[in-house]
C-alpha cells in the first residue's frame, strides 16, 4: 500500500463516517433528534468497537484493500466488531442485547461499511493502473 498513512487515515476517516451515516439515517428514521444523548446511544459504539478491534486484524492494512476478496475481509472483522459494538451498547446504556435492533444495528452498519469500503478499492485499483494502461484505457 503506497502512501500507507494517509491512505489508512483515509479508510479510518470513511469507516466513521459509514458508521456516522448509518446511525443518523437510523436516528431520522425514528424521528429522534441529534442530541449528545442519542449520538452517543445510537452512533458512537460502532466507531468505538470497530477502532478497537479492527487494527488486530488488519482493517487498514494492504491486505484490507487488495486481494481478491477485499469488502469480504472487512466484513468479517466487521462481524466481530459489531457484536462488541452491541454488547458495549447493552452494557453502557443498560439496553437488552438481543433485540430486533442487534440483527438491524450489525447488518446496517455492515452494509454501510462495505458500500464505502467498495467504492475505495473501485478508486484505489483505478488509481493506481500504470500509466500506460491509463492512457490506453480510453481509446
Known amino acids: 500500500m ?6 489508512r487515515a483515509l479508510l479510518v476517516a470513511g469507516d466513521v463516517a459509514a458508521f456516522v451515516a448509518f446511525g443518523l439515517l437510523g436516528l431520522a428514521s425514528h424521528e429522534d433528534a441529534v442530541s449528545q444523548t442519542t449520538f452517543a446511544r445510537a452512533i458512537l459504539p460502532f466507531p468505538i468497537a470497530w477502532l478497537l478491534i479492527a487494527p488486530f486484524f488488519g482493517a487498514f492494512s ?5 486481494g481478491r476478496y477485499p469488502v469480504a ?3 468479517m472483522i466487521w462481524a466481530a466488531a459489531g ?3 452491541m454488547g458495549g451498547r447493552a452494557l453502557v446504556f443498560d439496553r437488552e442485547l438481543f433485540t430486533a435492533f442487534f440483527a438491524i444495528g450489525i447488518t446496517g452498519a455492515g452494509l454501510f461499511l462495505a ?4 467504492m475505495y478499492n473501485w478508486w484505489a485499483t483505478r488509481s493506481h ?3 500506460e494502461e491509463v492512457r490506453t484505457h480510453g481509446k
Open 129 to 131: 493502473r500504470q500509466p
Open 62 to 66: 494492504a491486505r484490507a484493500t487488495e
Open 73 to 75: 475481509n472487512v466484513l
Open 2 to 7: 503506497s502512501g500507507a498513512p494517509t491512505q
Open 83 to 85: 457484536v462488541v459494538a
Open 115 to 118: 458500500g464505502w469500503r467498495a
